[in-house]
């Protein structure tokens, strides 16, 4: 092992901080003023009008705007569209209040990037902060100055095509990942014309939706929905998101959109959030499906009084909330905090100042050679290698014949993935053109397509196993399409749809080395692909560059270092499975028959969160936690870390550590700090992290989260480095309750239910 040198690499965690730039959410006392001064002038009508949003069919928006009936519009794109109605607004109705442009920009405008599940795959927060600037800078071009992302679920389940759209299945993770995309769109300054309002999504619970399918209800304890659910959605609150959504499913029985547990109580009140919520589509609507409420109108009641202030699109809240406050069934001062939610981010984003976008900049802003740059190289960094049997990978540049297999090869719309806003099919380099154009010898690549993702002929296999008998390597490209992830695609079989698991048998029977290049916007279960083929790499939905990146990583210009956010099962019968799992009183190896197992498969999933390879090696060593009693104040972590091969290589550090025993039982090991570190062939470096106080703790009354007194054993996430540990104590009593007005409690005495 060669040490090149040594040195400290600190890593602090910007934890939801401010940048000094940023003033918090409700707190600009000349914003407030201005807030003021103009609802002390609106109507009733107008109010009302504030909260309504409406999208691009509705027939007879310009009268509406004119009449000051619209705050909000959603899915109007483009300068020029944004600025006809903007017009209407500010020169046509009353007040002149503008309107906020909203639009789905998850993982990018016109430049796509991988989805977001991929990109949790860096395990690099800076990614996700560049995703998120560079598509701000592109939609607000565009007129949309606010956007639905980040989607902040957890998902477990990989059923939920919705997974995609997510950072996976850990709350540190996801929280790391939120506060980079909201600085990524709303960056330093929210009046800048390039910055985006960020609204995170779906609160609350969406992801645990039951049996893997979309919109369906959702039952949980407290302990689960504080401990896991929750904390991404503070962690985004306090790195000053400006709007929550309101999720489609039931919690414990309530819709989330008529919940004022979660929305007033936890949201409003306990954590103090001044931004505004907005419903999902149609989710006041909904309510009568759920059978909570009557009718429409009853609808608006429900969702108004539990704290929804802008209702995406159902009509609800325009035609019935100024009847309910004249009837007294919606209190005033209720719909005034509504109004002022909403002016307020508009003041905040300078709408009353600069109303309109700059027509020209539009088309110069988006697809620059620059955003192809980062696409390519984020979702090179997203792509996860999970088998490399005798170093099939990275492919020979030259001198070997590639056949490249698979109906997912040359398919330029997957590549998109599910919310690709204004991105176009014409402009995505796919897996074929870029293996293509990288091979020296025009003719060393041979392409065989096996057919359609859910169909393949006789023919088509015969012809991929030509192709495969005339080459010496095989890439196939096989998976998932992009409509087969996202909203309302939920699966019940994770194998590769169609005849492509057969495709792949008759392949790999040929003999020749097959790699295989999975396209997903979930984990599958390739259990068969993980024995039989000899390289597996996880690509995702990859976004414009994906050929590319795949092609990088492919032959070895990009080593690769994307770790699982999620869970790949090895069976979708082991649904739901996820690292973090709470102890069971019969573990495995406890008896021979009667433990917590299956008699036809083991508990051990195919490949486990945080999993990931390299074309290097790295090592670890010497874990530090300080101090070693540690009441109050930072907890520190340093390891040293080698790259002990010969190729320069990033690796990811995941901290782990139990929790001490309390009165609930907690899972056996919560991730607590994570952080990724690039090191040339032969390098060693310190890092160090810091363990924020947040992720150690739980909510071990069912109630709010706290630290619990006693030993916590950390430890690192990959299996192979669990023999390096170390331990510190926390003495009691440190029960410091998280919330708006956090309050010590005696740890004797349980803290009564909700209190501040
Ligand atoms: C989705 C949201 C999305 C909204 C607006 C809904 O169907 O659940 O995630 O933001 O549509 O497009």
Known sequence: MKRARSLVAVVVLVLGSLSSAQTAVGRDAAIEARVEALLGKMTLAEKVGQLNQYSIERKTLDQDIAEGKVGSLIYVTGAEETNRYQRIAVEKSRLHIPILFGFDVVHGYRTIFPIPLAIAGTWDPRAAQEVARISAVEASAAGIRWTYAPMVDIARDPRWGRIAEGAGEDPVLVSRMAEAYIRGFQNKDLSQPDSVAACVKHYVG??????????????????????????????????NVTSFMSSFNTLNGLPATANPYTLREVLKNEWDFRGFVVSDWNSIGELINHGVAVDKRDAARLAMRAGVD????????????????????????ELDDSVRRILRIKFALGLFDHPYIEDKREASVQLTAADRAAARRIAAESLVLLKNEGDVLPLK??????????????????????????GQAS???????????????????????GGEVTKSTARDIAAAVAAANAADQVVMVLGERGDMSGEAASRSDLGLPGDQEKLLETVV?????????????????????????????????????????????????????????????????????????LSTGRPVGNDARYFSGYIDTNNEPLYPFGYGLSYTTFTVSDLKISPATANHGEIKATVEITNTGSRDGSDVIELNSTVPKGELAHPERKLVAFTKVFLKAGETRKVEMIVPRESLMVADRGEKLQVLHGTYRFFLG???????????????????????????????????????
Do not use: C
């Open 718 to 756: 990959n299996e192979k480095r669990a023999e390096l540990e170390a331990s510190i104590d926390i003495p009691a009593p440190e029960l410091k309750t998280v919330g708006a007005k956090s309050s010590i409690v005696t740890p004797e005495k349980p803290a009564p239910k909700h209190t501040d």
């Open 206 to 239: 969406y992801g645990a939706a039951e049996g893997g399918r979309d919109y369906n209800a959702v039952d949980m304890s407290e302990a689960r929905l504080r401990e896991v659910y929750l904390p991404p959605f503070l962690a985004a609150k306090n790195a």
């Open 509 to 581: 029977a040929t003999g020749k080395p097959v790699t295989v290049v999975v396209i997903s916007g979930r984990p599958l279960v390739l259990t068969w692909a993980a024995e039989h083929v000899r390289a597996l790499v996880e690509a995702w939905l990859p976004g414009t560059e994906g050929g590319n990146a795949v092609a990088d990583v492919l032959f070895g210009d990009v080593n690769p270092s994307g770790h699982l956010p999620a869970t790949m099962p090895r069976s979708v019968g082991q649904i739901p499975i996820y690292y973090s799992a």
């Open 310 to 333: 802008m209702d995406m699109n159902s009509g609800n809240y325009i035609e019935y909330l100024a009847g309910l406050v004249r009837d007294g069934a919606v209190p005033e001062a």
């Open 427 to 449: 402009e995505v380099v796919t897996i074929l053109q870029a293996l293509r154009a990288r091979q020296a010898q025009g003719d060393a690549i041979v392409f065989a397509p």
């Open 397 to 422: 540049k030259t001198g070997t014949k590639i056949a490249v297999i698979g109906p997912l090869a040359d398919d330029a719309s997957t590549m998109l993935g599910n919310w690709f806003a204004k």
